[in-house]
């Protein structure tokens, strides 16, 4: 017998992953709708036209296309079949992909619905995106993004209250965080000031990197690129400047980008945007870090990155403002700031801090043994009521050896155990027993859906 | 501007239609792990070895296939790329497709994870699925399926139970239904009866029609199927037994089967899971229809179908019982039963009866007015405070027309809007109007989140 299996970076997630999971989507899920993010969802295949050169030349090659159905031949000649044409033409043989992310078929959602938007627009979308990326630890085919936007506004309001959503998340998972932010104008006046304007992009791809590879490495990489002895000491005198508080920061960096307007409105903005946090306010670190760039080519204004604190994982959350996402589309003007939860290493973090509540791992909460037709007839009812009660329960489907049936509810994580037989029945009783103490106890059957109910209210108060 | 669009077949979905469906999946979902039914995901992506061949030469057609990635032509010669191998090509350029339903997909989870899964194991899913069917009214490229399946149990109780599930979940929605069964065993009884078991799917599959196109039509493709003129008028006065109670439908068609021992199997099931019932359990009709059929291929004991009163939509759930679903992957002797919802066939039917609840088009409860960073600090501490009792709130992020932000409010179906202006402040007040009746009142600061909170709950009370 060949056991089947499943593509290589993709997953089945059993009973218990995806307790693990939905806990994890509704808590992020209830504090964007507590913000007032509304769901939308979007087909997992888009038309290859709308994803193609969104993502640059690696990411067109990592999308799944989708073969054409039926003859995908068609008048194509026998000679195009060649693999160093196999890129072009498969574009001829598929006109759909799986979507790569939720950015690029957000911004295809509002630019195809945009008279029946409300605008500011808050969205939020939590579906699945497929890249053809090489599986590795933590990477995988098929995974789960999590996003939240604000479009048609350019308020730092909306940034306040990103930040608000990430504190709020991580203090319900109980994952403490270090939630960074920086402003790509101020990298734009960084460079200004540093004598290289067209330098952005190296200057922040490299200083982005200072955490893992060190200052040394940095100036390596940005000699080679070019800048001066002069403006790279400008610069490390610039980032040695740690361990302030955001005020201090904010005014140092003030001074130190006097001469570069956009520098300056960077830092308008990001005082501005600090200026809304009252003390105390949030439950995590908020740190204005010069070093923080991600994926800069893409964000006009603040950028948001989150880090788990005790734990080895990367950032498990980000995002920032955006100028003009839907410009792609033809849509222009519409400036935008968003945040994207990565669902797959939260569920890390919170395996590795041992933060998942136990209570995930419980389902059903009382099995009932079978013992054949006569305690089956006599037990129906029961299990009917406490369902309507909204109690999950189950009676074992056969009448099997009660070892086995108590061997199953152990395995199912089942806490009480409901057992009638001839003497139970004769006196008009039903027998519950908690699993994991062993305590039993005979209940009349009249008084038994009422009696578990508080029984079980009041095992999850001790909790 | 070309305004970019999605695949057909395909359907965006926004957040009134996302409040809907959700409500669906969650009732569904709700009573399924009631009754002990734990959920499980799987992949969208399958190996095509594991979907070929599973849902017959047209179902092959209708898979999507995924082109392998890079040079997916590799060593294969030019001149296999003609039209008329299409399909066997497309098996050489393609290693994965997407699932066709959650049935093959289960199937090869039980076999890949059996060691890992308690038997009898209940699971249930909730994912979409993808066909590459022509695209018409009521039928998608990617739609949702919601199964659930005993598997590693014989007993008649998974019936009786999946039975319940029906009949509580189109309960909760509100959708009056008649809950039809039939068994294959009978149906093949009647084959063997009638004196043709070798044509036991020529038969079902033409009575299957029978309220469709009426018992003419039948007859006539049972002709041409090669049925004599007896057989024939045997059947017609079978199915003219029509308007009698299942108990007397049972008696009749015992008498009727008596030389067939699996017709009388068949019986004694269907006898036996009728009996678990108590009069008057059921809220919707269950009705032992011999003339049901589904799928009879792949069914070998219980078939279940659903079908809406009061509105002309098809079956909208259905299932049955299978002896051998494991056994395409090589684990043979595993049965089980199961059932699966139409999610978008029950969206239809709910929009049609007006049967959705209002409450699904509210989001934000209330959405503060902004007047410029005065109130925006007055507020904000409110905002936080509603947010950390569970009520959405929402400050409009720009200092806009008060017009704006009131007809935001509007287009968002926001029930209650509050407002803080200079007059306010001074008296250390919020205004809060609710929009539907246009009443307001002026609300001190202090007291506002507890006084919105009972404002909320009386509301809903009312409703």
Request: proline share 3%.
């Amino acid at each position: 017998m060949t056991i089947p299996s499943i593509p290589k970076g993709t997953r089945d997630f059993g009973p218990t992953e995806v307790a693990r999971r939905n806990y994890i989507f509704n808590t992020i899920r209830q504090v964007f709708e507590c913000h007032g993010f509304q769901p939308i969802e979007t087909p997992a295949m888009e038309n290859l036209s709308t994803l193609l050169g969104k993502y640059g030349d690696e990411g067109d090659k990592l999308l799944f296309k989708i073969l054409n159905s039926g003859d995908f031949i068609g008048d194509l000649p026998a000679s195009s079949f060649i693999s160093a044409n196999a890129s072009l033409l498969s574009t001829k043989i598929c006109e759909k992909g799986l979507r790569y992310d939720l950015t690029v078929p957000f911004a295809r959602y509002v630019v195809q619905h945009r008279n029946e938007i409300v605008f500011p627009f808050r969205r939020y979308q939590i579906q699945p995106v497929w890249r053809a990326d090489r599986p590795q630890k933590g990477r995988y085919r098929e995974f789960y993004q999590c996003d939240a936007d604000v479009i048609g506004s350019t308020s730092l309001l909306n940034e306040y209250e990103l930040i608000q959503i990430f504190d709020e998340v991580f203090q319900k998972l109980q994952i403490n965080v270090r939630i960074k932010i920086n402003n790509r104008k101020i990298l734009a006046g960084m460079a200004e000031i540093l004598g290289y304007p067209d330098k952005l992009v190296a200057i922040t791809t490299a200083i982005d990197k200072i955490e893992k590879i060190g200052f040394d490495r940095v100036k390596e990489e940005l000699i080679a690129a070019g800048l001066s002895e002069e403006a790279l000491s400008k610069l490390q005198q610039l980032l040695q400047m740690t361990r302030q508080s955001n005020a201090e920061k904010v005014e140092f960096m003030r001074e130190w980008l006097a001469g570069s307007a956009i520098g300056n409105t960077g830092i308008d903005e990001l005082e501005t945007l600090l200026q809304f946090f009252q003390p105390g306010e949030l439950q995590n670190v908020l740190e204005f870090d010069l070093s923080l760039a991600r994926g800069l080519n893409y964000y006009t204004g603040t950028i948001f990155e989150v880090k788990a604190l005790n734990v080895e994982v990367g950032s498990i959350a980000g995002g920032g403002r955006y100028d003009n996402l839907t410009g792609i589309f033809g849509l222009e003007g519409v400036s935008g700031v968003g945040i994207s939860f990565g669902a797959d290493r939260i569920y890390d973090v919170l395996l590795q801090l041992n933060k998942f509540p136990q209570k995930l791992l419980e389902t059903t909460c009382v099995m009932f043994v079978n013992f054949g037709l006569a305690t089956v007839q006599y037990l129906l009812p029961i299990i009917k009521q406490l369902r309507q009660q909204g109690v999950s329960a189950e009676l074992y489907p056969e009448e099997a050896k009660i070892k086995k049936q108590f061997s199953y509810a152990n395995a199912r994580n089942i806490p009480y155990v409901a057992i009638a037989g001839d003497e139970e029945m004769a006196k008009n009783q039903i027998m519950i027993k908690h699993m994991a103490s062993g305590n039993q106890q005979a209940v009349d059957k009249k008084e038994f859906v009422g009696h578990f109910i508080s029984l079980l209210q009041s095992s999850r108060s001790v909790e």
